[in-house]
């Protein structure tokens, strides 16, 4: 039989080691320890404080007022005209019909349907370019040291401060002169050099975050810069790509002041183009309009709820970093 026994000065065997982490089994109790506090006692700690209860508060009135104006809007989209102009908030006998979405799809002037295909068409490879060119900019800005950096920097910022009225002029006149003028080319290239300078600055505060060691070591191995960038940069830099595809999407998508410039075809108009004119001249269409816009918006909401996880994940490194 093998002696359990040791001397002190030996080393504790490491499955004695591992049997003292735990209690024996007749000295587990069989009902969990009671909590000294009187119910009382624990309401009151239970109680915000009063800082945080008004941030509650301000909380909740900013999401009812953020919600209401979508909630009668969803509603709206659903309900004839007649009872919408009675309030949407009247629900008794109200009747759920799809009938808005049908016309608004297929509207005569300017239907729903292929405005939302032309924005896609404009929206993807402004995102997709603005994602790869972005993240190549950033790169250099978060890792070394060149000439004229800060200067550099200081321009990117200064072309996000300024607003897009600012050059708009500029790029009319150079999309005529070069022939991109009304096409789908022309307004995908004002949205990537529009979008490119606060995505340079977020991809760059998220790099600043990524260890040094990483490149060092792949550096060791003979990896190039090429290589760090391709299997190290931009797989690490997966949350903060995903941030800036769902904002410059969501920007894209939305933009009304660039293709109301650039675009002159109906047939090329793009969504937000297409919602004024679904008003109607004699009367309002409300229905028809909420039906629109909420086909409008619900690309964006979609894309931001399947990739939400990513999303939170990219702007907190961003943000902090």
């Known amino acids: 039989m093998a002696d359990d026994t040791h001397s002190p000065g030996e080393p504790t065997p490491a499955s004695s080691r591992e049997t003292d982490q735990y209690l024996p089994p007749d000295a587990i109790p069989e009902t969990a320890p009671r909590r000294e506090d009187d119910v009382a006692t624990r309401l009151a700690s239970a109680v915000p404080s009063m800082p945080r209860l008004l941030k509650y508060a301000i909380a909740i009135t900013v999401a009812v007022l953020w919600i209401v104006p979508f909630l009668g809007l969803f509603m709206a989209s659903f309900r004839p005209l007649g009872e919408i102009l009675a309030g949407w908030w009247h629900v008794e006998g109200m009747t759920i019909t799809l009938e808005n979405y049908t016309r608004a799809w297929s509207y ?10 032309n924005t896609l068409v404009v929206t993807v490879p402004a995102v997709l370019v603005v994602m790869l060119l972005g ?3 950033a790169y250099p800005f978060a890792r070394f040291e060149f000439l004229l950096k800060t200067t550099l920097f200081f321009l990117i910022l200064l072309v ?18 070069i022939g991109l003028f009304d096409s789908y080319m022309g307004l995908i290239l004002v949205h990537i050099g529009w979008g490119l300078g606060w995505v340079v600055l977020f991809l760059r505060n998220y790099l600043l975050g990524i260890p040094v060691e990483l490149e060092e070591a792949a550096r060791i191995d003979g990896a ?8 190290i940069i931009l797989p690490l ?5 995903v941030s800036v595809a769902v904002i410059q999407f969501t920007w894209v998508w ?4 660039f293709p109301l410039v650039f675009m002159r ?8 183009q297409v919602l004024p004119l679904m008003t109607g001249r004699i009367q309002v269409e409300w229905g028809l309009v909420a039906a629109g816009s909420v086909m409008t918006m619900a690309v ?11 999303y939170k994940q990219g702007m907190v490194a961003a943000v902090t970093d």
């Open 108 to 117: 005569q002037t300017a239907p729903m349907g292929r405005a939302l295909f």
């Open 254 to 257: 939305n933009a009304f002041f």
């Open 160 to 177: 996000m401060a300024a607003p897009p009225e600012l050059v708009a002029m500029g790029n009319y006149n150079t999309l005529r002169e």
């Open 237 to 241: 830099s997966t949350p903060a790509l």
């Open 224 to 231: 190039s810069r090429y290589q760090i960038f391709r299997t």
């Open 300 to 310: 964006p909401v979609f894309l931001f709820l399947v990739l939400e996880r990513y």
């Open 135 to 137: 993240a190549m900019a």
């Open 265 to 272: 075809s109906p047939e090329l108009y793009l969504a937000p």
